[in-house]
């Protein structure tokens, strides 16, 4: 099967190098017949990705011929099925017709535009460009056509082109900034984009919205944004962790520039690895995700970073309390219209909150000690050839201390990778391609010196094709996730628990998105491969939408999820820093399978108000059938000894089912100079761990975000920015009383009468009570000054819990001592940008 997957490799290569001299040999010559030479390359590229795909599901039949050998009748179904979708789908495409291709780029910096407008006047058709700035507008007729772009901030840009039969033709769009106001033709270019996608359970964050939050300490920050998204939960400012629509932090799986992140946030729950001045956008799916996302049962979250500045060099220096940070980037190869171009960017903060807090923070909850602290090191080099195709290497080093007085957390996460987008002249199939490598470590240090750590290192690569076709598409694909996790943990009872594996996992991928009138059908296919685990998912997924008119649109997903990965925190752990990973036991009792599984299923509808502001309202439902878990209440080794004790009292892992449903309301208004979001979320959570029923401790039923955004004065200089949340209480499990507990540590012989026992405590059923309800306010001003073109000094003034609300962190039960959350922390900081 190895040769397979080397044979369709190469083969693919070898066609790739043919299509891109435009160099055919005499046999493929007398093959095309009477077939243009454009037509003939469109066929050599879609038969060679085909060969390769096949390559792909032979070799993943292979594997699971040899693990799954009683199971013939589902490979050969898995097979026929995504074979035939991927022929039936891509063949469906004409190639009679020509086609327009190309990127919209700033012409001062050559950044791309993403997510703007390219429309064909003459026909009032229109494709929204993607997160590389790319478009392309197919099957059209031969003819002389005018293009349009434009954007906020720029002036419109425009191009005749020349349509020939059977051709296509790149045209990139360069546009000028220049401030104007926003026509009517605009606001139509929008609802195309809105039309033709069916844009369930995920929300898009661009710069823009990164901008519109209060800052901690003066700069924005990923992790801050997301907890205002719907159905987003954040468990408290300290070792706080994202819970998406009821699934736990290592549901959610979390890429960087394509490369998985496995801890994204830091102990300090207000700041994430990510430098919020590099993201080019992050999309976030609350689920009912499709086929191109794999290896998770609850989320996604998909961060891409910008590339560097390709005219001029350029950085931002800031500076507050918390944190500092530096940022560089400039031209290694400079931009310039119909060339190659090539930069770089590098980005530093670090946090110092452990040695400011005693000084300037040491009132209310915060005197216990705020002792944060992180350094984040990210690189980026980028080369864009003439044609658009571009190749990106990147590298990261993140560390994280938190140091208590009891006891110390520390991880580090470094990694590095690439990816590439690859534009083969003459064809309407592009190529994305990703690999990296990571290593995550985090250690907890004690008094008592046992160990606690745990680690993952890995590599995840990818590669997939997308098909232009009219107003269509089809993407296919296959990705690879191999990882080594070793964990050692002993729990409150004095039992250790370990493991060190090995894993790997095969995806393979189809999913087609078809314009049929009013609707718009994405159905998709995936099957996960996990081989350490001798096991394959068959995974469907499908999401439609329905334009009723030009201002409503209803629409709907689902689909089958499964994954490997496991957290080493117990979803009952009420808040915990150390934050490791497992992969699957070697034998779930109960089950006659080891992965995790669920089913998702997403319904409702958009509606414009007018031109600048929007309603989104949806309803959920989650069915986690399999979910395994730390068995933080082993008490007991799983030996002969013990054969008579429960099994939830001596297995290293339990099994455990849920589902979690609900509703989430958007609203949102953006118009000029004002901007307000605002979110409800209704979820219900439930757990059983074969035993009982309980409801998790991310439970949060009510969850209301408010965010504000008025700018003025000239330049809009200033800039007020508010968010407010709300959230009903987390549920906890309450004590009933205390008693001293004896050890017995001489056995039967043991004096009860000298030996001095320790405090233990006697709770109810699990997470019986709910904690109190939590608010706060955060406001940031801030004011923008001008020195020059590229130069501006910023100044914000921000404070964190304005009103000083005493929101419940826990409750120390041997101390009977009620320890808040963070207290008002107010900030004052600047940056530079030149």
Same mark, same amino acid.
């Given at each position: 099967?190895?040769?397979?997957? !080397?044979?369709?490799?190469?083969?693919? !290569?070898?066609?790739?190098?043919?299509?891109?001299?435009?160099?055919?040999?005499?046999?493929?010559?007398?093959?095309?017949?009477?077939?243009?030479?454009?037509?003939?390359?469109?066929?050599?590229?879609?038969?060679? /990705?085909?060969?390769?795909?096949?390559?792909?599901?032979?070799?993943?039949?292979?594997?699971?011929?040899? #693990?799954?050998?009683?199971?013939?009748?589902?490979?050969?179904?898995?097979?026929?099925?995504?074979?035939?979708?991927? $022929?039936?789908?891509?063949?469906?495409?004409?190639?009679?017709?020509?086609?327009?291709?190309?990127?919209?780029? +700033?012409? &001062?910096?050559?950044?791309?535009?993403?997510?703007?407008?390219?429309?064909?006047?003459?026909?009032?058709? /229109?494709?929204?460009?993607?997160?590389?700035?790319?478009?392309?507008?197919?099957?059209?007729?031969?003819?002389?056509?005018?293009?349009?772009?434009?954007?906020?901030?720029?002036?419109?840009?425009?191009?005749?082109?020349?349509?020939?039969?059977?051709?296509?033709?790149? =045209?990139?769009?360069?546009?000028?900034? !220049?401030?104007?106001?926003?026509?009517?033709?605009?606001? %139509?270019?929008?609802?195309?984009?809105?039309?033709?996608?069916?844009?369930?359970?995920?929300?898009?964050?661009?710069?823009?919205?990164?901008?519109?939050?209060?800052?901690?300490?003066?700069?924005?920050?990923?992790?801050?944004?997301?907890?205002?998204?719907?159905?987003?939960?954040?468990?408290?400012? =300290?070792? /706080?962790?994202?819970?998406?629509?009821?699934?736990?932090?290592?549901?959610?799986?979390?890429?960087?520039?394509?490369?998985?992140? #496995? @801890?994204?946030?830091?102990? $300090?729950?207000?700041?994430?690895?990510?430098?919020?001045?590099?993201?080019?956008?992050?999309?976030?799916?609350?689920?009912?995700?499709?086929? =191109?996302?794999?290896?998770?049962?609850?989320?996604?979250?998909?961060?891409?970073?910008?590339?560097?500045?390709?005219?001029?060099?350029?950085?931002?220096?800031?500076?507050?309390?918390?944190?500092?940070?530096?940022?560089?980037?400039?031209?290694?190869?400079?931009?310039?219209?119909?060339?190659?171009?090539?930069?770089?960017?590098?980005?530093?903060?670090?946090?110092?909150?452990?040695?400011?807090?005693?000084?300037?923070?040491?009132?209310?909850?915060?005197?216990?000690?705020?002792?944060?602290?992180?350094?984040?090191?990210?690189?980026?080099?980028?080369?864009?050839?003439?044609?658009?195709?571009?190749?990106?290497?990147?590298?990261?080093?993140?560390?994280?201390?938190?140091?208590?007085?009891?006891?110390? #957390?520390?991880?580090?996460?470094?990694?590095?990778?690439?990816?590439?987008?690859?534009?083969?002249?003459?064809?309407?199939?592009?190529?994305?391609?990703?690999?990296?490598?990571?290593?995550?470590?985090?250690?907890?240090?004690?008094?008592?010196?046992?160990?606690?750590?745990?680690?993952?290192?890995?590599?995840?690569?990818?590669?997939?094709?997308?098909?232009?076709?009219?107003?269509?598409?089809? %993407?296919?694909?296959?990705?690879?996730?191999?990882? &080594?996790?070793?964990?050692?943990?002993?729990?409150?009872?004095?039992?250790?628990?370990?493991?060190?594996?090995?894993?790997?996992?095969?995806?393979?991928?189809? !999913?087609?998105?078809?314009?049929? *009138?009013?609707?718009?059908?994405?159905? *998709?296919?995936?099957?996960?491969?996990?081989?350490?685990?001798?096991?394959?998912?068959?995974?469907?997924?499908?999401?439609?939408?329905?334009?009723?008119?030009?201002?409503?649109?209803?629409?709907?997903? *689902?689909?089958?999820?499964? =994954?490997?990965?496991?957290?080493?925190?117990?979803?009952?752990?009420?808040?915990?820093?150390?934050?490791?990973?497992?992969?699957?036991?070697?034998?779930?009792?109960?089950?006659?399978?080891?992965?995790?599984?669920?089913?998702?299923?997403?319904?409702?509808?958009?509606?414009?108000?007018?031109?600048? &502001?929007?309603?989104?309202?949806?309803?959920?439902?989650?069915?986690?059938?399999?979910?395994? @878990?730390?068995?933080? +209440?082993?008490?007991?080794?799983?030996?002969?000894?013990?054969?008579?004790?429960?099994?939830?009292?001596?297995?290293?892992?339990?099994?455990?089912?849920?589902?979690?449903?609900?509703?989430?309301?958007?609203?949102?208004?953006? #118009?000029?100079?004002?901007?307000?979001?605002?979110?409800?979320?209704?979820?219900?959570?439930?757990?059983?761990?074969?035993?009982?029923?309980?409801?998790?401790?991310?439970?949060?039923?009510?969850? $209301?975000?408010?965010? *504000?955004?008025?700018?003025?004065?000239?330049?809009?200089?200033?800039?007020?920015?508010?968010?407010?949340?709300?959230?009903?209480?987390?549920?906890?499990?309450?004590?009933?009383?205390?008693?001293?507990?004896? &050890?017995?540590?001489?056995?039967?012989?043991?004096?009860?009468?000298?030996?001095?026992?320790?405090?233990?405590?006697?709770?109810?059923?699990?997470?019986?009570?709910?904690?109190?309800?939590?608010?706060?306010?955060?406001?940031?001003?801030?004011?923008?000054?001008?020195?020059?073109?590229?130069?501006?000094?910023?100044?914000?003034?921000?404070?964190?819990?304005?009103?000083?609300?005493?929101?419940?962190?826990?409750?120390?039960?041997?101390?009977?001592?009620?320890?808040?959350?963070?207290?008002?922390?107010?900030?004052?900081?600047?940056?530079?940008?030149?």
């Amino acid at each position: 099967m190895l040769v397979v997957c !080397k044979t369709s490799l190469y083969t693919y !290569k070898k066609y790739i190098k043919i299509l891109s001299y435009n160099r055919f040999p005499e046999q493929v010559r007398r093959l095309r017949g009477d077939l243009r030479h454009d037509e003939a390359k469109e066929i050599l590229l879609v038969v060679a /990705g085909f060969f390769f795909l096949f390559s792909f599901y032979a070799t993943l039949i292979s594997i699971n011929c040899t #693990y799954f050998y009683i199971r013939p009748r589902i490979m050969k179904k898995t097979f026929t099925a995504l074979s035939l979708l991927t $022929i039936l789908f891509t063949f469906s495409a004409s190639a009679q017709n020509g086609e327009i291709r190309g990127f919209v780029y +700033d012409k &001062s910096t050559g950044e791309p535009i993403i997510f703007t407008n390219v429309v064909i006047k003459e026909l009032n058709l /229109g494709k929204a460009t993607d997160i590389n700035g790319f478009y392309t507008i197919t099957k059209l007729k031969s003819g002389s056509y005018t293009l349009l772009c434009w954007s906020i901030g720029f002036d419109t840009a425009k191009a005749t082109v020349e349509i020939k039969s059977g051709r296509v033709i790149n =045209q990139n769009l360069y546009l000028v900034q !220049k401030k104007y106001e926003i026509g009517e033709v605009e606001i %139509k270019g929008e609802k195309v984009k809105l039309k033709e996608n069916v844009n369930i359970s995920v929300n898009t964050i661009t710069q823009k919205e990164l901008k519109q939050l209060p800052t901690f300490g003066g700069e924005p920050d990923l992790v801050q944004y997301l907890q205002v998204l719907p159905g987003v939960v954040f468990s408290g400012d =300290q070792g /706080g962790q994202l819970y998406i629509r009821g699934g736990s932090p290592v549901m959610n799986k979390v890429m960087l520039d394509g490369m998985i992140i #496995y @801890n994204p946030f830091h102990s $300090i729950g207000l700041f994430s690895v990510f430098d919020a001045d590099i993201i080019r956008n992050a999309d976030v799916y609350a689920g009912g995700f499709n086929a =191109q996302y794999g290896g998770r049962i609850g989320g996604i979250i998909d961060v891409n970073t910008r590339e560097g500045n390709k005219k001029r060099f350029s950085g931002k220096i800031s500076a507050n309390p918390i944190t500092a940070k530096i940022l560089l980037e400039g031209p290694i190869s400079k931009f310039s219209e119909g060339g190659a171009s090539a930069s770089y960017i590098l980005s530093y903060k670090t946090s110092y909150l452990n040695h400011t807090a005693p000084t300037l923070y040491n009132y209310g909850d915060a005197k216990r000690g705020l002792p944060y602290s992180f350094d984040d090191v990210y690189g980026k080099y980028s080369y864009i050839g003439p044609n658009g195709s571009r190749i990106n290497l990147f590298g990261f080093n993140f560390v994280d201390n938190a140091n208590f007085a009891a006891t110390d #957390y520390r991880w580090t996460s470094t990694g590095a990778g690439a990816n590439l987008m690859l534009i083969p002249e003459g064809s309407s199939t592009i190529i994305n391609g990703t690999f990296g490598y990571s290593n995550y470590g985090i250690e907890q240090s004690e008094a008592d010196n046992l160990p606690r750590k745990s680690s993952i290192n890995g590599f995840n690569a990818g590669l997939n094709f997308t098909y232009f076709f009219g107003k269509d598409d089809i %993407k296919y694909g296959i990705d690879l996730v191999g990882f &080594s996790t070793a964990f050692s943990y002993i729990n409150s009872y004095g039992r250790k628990l370990e493991q060190t594996d090995n894993t790997t996992e095969i995806g393979g991928f189809v !999913k087609y998105k078809k314009v049929l *009138g009013r609707f718009v059908l994405e159905p *998709g296919l995936r099957v996960q491969s996990y081989s350490s685990l001798s096991e394959q998912s068959f995974e469907p997924r499908l999401g439609l939408k329905y334009n009723a008119s030009s201002h409503l649109r209803f629409k709907a997903s *689902g689909g089958w999820y499964s =994954q490997n990965l496991l957290a080493a925190v117990s979803d009952q752990d009420v808040v915990n820093l150390f934050y490791g990973f497992v992969s699957s036991p070697d034998q779930v009792n109960n089950s006659s399978y080891r992965r995790q599984t669920a089913q998702h299923a997403a319904v409702g509808f958009e509606l414009d108000l007018g031109k600048h &502001s929007e309603i989104n309202v949806e309803g959920f439902y989650k069915n986690f059938s399999q979910i395994v @878990n730390i068995n933080r +209440d082993k008490k007991y080794e799983d030996n002969d000894a013990n054969a008579a004790k429960a099994d939830n009292l001596k297995a290293d892992y339990i099994v455990e089912t849920g589902n979690s449903f609900g509703m989430d309301f958007r609203y949102k208004y953006d #118009y000029k100079r004002f901007y307000f979001w605002a979110v409800y979320s209704l979820t219900y959570v439930n757990r059983n761990d074969g035993t009982r029923d309980y409801f998790p401790n991310f439970d949060r039923r009510h969850n $209301i975000n408010l965010v *504000g955004t008025y700018a003025w004065g000239n330049k809009q200089s200033w800039s007020l920015n508010s968010r407010w949340n709300f959230g009903s209480g987390f549920p906890f499990t309450q004590t009933q009383g205390q008693y001293e507990s004896i &050890s017995f540590t001489d056995g039967i012989g043991t004096d009860i009468k000298t030996q001095n026992g320790t405090l233990a405590s006697h709770y109810t059923d699990i997470n019986t009570g709910r904690l109190p309800y939590f608010h706060r306010l955060d406001l940031s001003l801030s004011k923008k000054l001008y020195f020059g073109e590229h130069k501006t000094m910023t100044i914000t003034a921000a404070a964190t819990n304005v009103y000083d609300r005493a929101n419940i962190f826990y409750f120390d039960r041997n101390t009977h001592t009620r320890i808040n959350q963070l207290p008002i922390i107010p900030t004052l900081g600047f940056n530079y940008t030149f």
